[in-house]
């Protein structure tokens, strides 16, 4: 695994560096009284990794392809793959993107310029940023190019499932014996002028009050700049936005033992469903999308009581308080007031794409270390999680054996991933 996160000096990139802050709940958000993970990853940070890149190149390139980059050189070396000598020509390159704000970046700078002064040098470079940068391909392309890999390579832009649906891709493709090795990134990077005036307008919107007999569709919409998000906890703001990009690299397990490779956790299922509503936008508080997504992906491998621990989908609005409670309780009964369900979200900020990898790297390390790791940002739970979402600032020792990571986006369209002890 490999990261391009907010770090507390500006870049979590190792593995060392993402367990350090997930196991103890840090927050790396927080920028001169501003809330919002930003990634200090530019084209620097990849030369150092990947010095045979040229840089002019690399100058061309979106911030979200650079993120990309370091994510997955950081994901080779952690993996032991050395890609230059061949070991990942036959890979799957795949990506997982959510926000369009680097491909509207580029339309914008095409738009600004004047046909009367600008030369065809700018023209040139303006319409190669377009090619390479404009597109919902753009991670996985650059990506596939550096690795020279010849193996399927496509792009799922599914909101906040994106990655963890390429991940039940990616293990469909190796199970059915396609390949042995996927490589798979999330990565977004959202434009901090928008969302700085975006949730100035939800502001205006509050004060303007409430409109009798309208439908209501922000009820649930919760944008914090100015407050550390706090998911499952009384005080929960709403939520940070964040950039970054995190590579996972999946292999079969006979790849892995011919080349003595020692894999954090073992990737069993995944599932996809949608809670049955004619809205495309409102929430389900029942869950019942993710409810049968996780029944399906544990179907064959294990039963609801040897569910060990679950990571969540909160993102620090307090309709997940409910959401979340009601969705375990329909799976592990009274159980599920005493079962550990966190989520890291607020170490780095709510960064779509790379939600899925994010909930599979930090579980994975669980099962690693036998222990549960805390709800960044989470004091003081609020009465509404009736389950344990371990707060503060230290790992528990437990025990995990089996766990489900889970995702949402809107329409409520849910993902449940399967992992175990590899």
Request: some cysteine; hydrophobic content about 40%; charged content about 20%.
């Amino acid at each position: 695994m490999g990261f391009a996160l907010p770090g507390p000096d500006g870049l979590c990139a190792t593995t060392s560096e993402f367990w350090e802050t997930v196991s103890t709940g840090a927050c790396h958000v927080e920028r001169d009284g501003l809330f919002f993970g930003q990634v200090r990853a530019d084209v620097e940070d990849v030369k150092d990794r990947i010095p045979e890149m040229p840089r002019k190149a690399l100058g061309l390139y979106s911030a979200v392809q650079l993120h990309g980059l370091v994510s997955l050189a950081e994901a080779c070396a952690d993996a032991d793959l050395d890609w230059r000598s061949g070991a990942l020509a036959e890979a799957a390159v795949l990506a997982a993107r959510d926000g369009g704000d680097c491909w509207s970046a580029q339309y914008a700078d095409i738009l600004r310029v004047d046909r009367a002064t600008v030369t065809r040098d700018e023209i040139n470079t303006l319409g190669t940023r377009l090619a390479l940068t404009g597109i919902p391909m753009d991670v996985a392309n650059i990506q596939m190019s550096v690795l020279a890999a010849t193996g399927p390579c496509f792009t799922v832009s599914n909101g906040c499932t994106s990655s963890a649906i390429q991940l039940g891709l990616a293990h469909r493709m190796i199970a059915a014996g396609e390949l042995e090795v996927a490589v798979v990134t999330g990565a977004d990077v959202f434009g901090l002028d928008f969302l700085r005036h975006y949730a100035d307008l939800l502001d205006r919107y509050a004060e303007l009050g409430e409109d009798e007999g309208t439908v209501d569709a922000m009820e649930d919409a919760a944008l914090s700049m100015h407050a550390l998000m706090r998911p499952y906890d009384k005080n929960s703001p709403g939520s940070n936005m964040g950039n970054g990009s995190i590579t996972l690299v999946l292999e079969s397990r006979a790849h892995a033992e011919r080349r003595g490779a020692r894999p954090y956790a073992r990737l069993l299922s995944q599932a996809t469903r949608r809670s049955p509503q004619y809205s495309a936008f409102a929430v389900d508080r029942a869950g019942a999308g993710m409810v049968q997504a996780s029944r399906d992906a544990m179907a064959g491998f294990v039963e609801p009581d040897q569910i060990d621990y679950v990571n969540g989908g909160a993102e620090g609005d307090r309709v997940f308080h409910e959401t979340e409670s009601n969705i375990v309780h329909a799976l592990f009964g009274d159980r599920a007031s005493r079962l550990p369900v966190t989520v890291q979200e607020a170490c780095f900020g709510h960064n779509g794409g790379p939600l899925g990898n994010l909930g599979v790297a930090a579980t994975s390390l669980m099962i690693r270390d036998d222990a549960v790791y805390p709800t960044a940002g989470c004091v003081d739970p609020a009465d509404e999680c009736d389950f344990d979402p371990v707060p503060g600032t230290t790992a528990r020792p437990r025990r995990v054996d089996h766990a489900l990571s889970f995702n949402y986006t809107v329409g409520m369209i849910s993902s449940a991933i399967l992992l175990g002890k590899a």
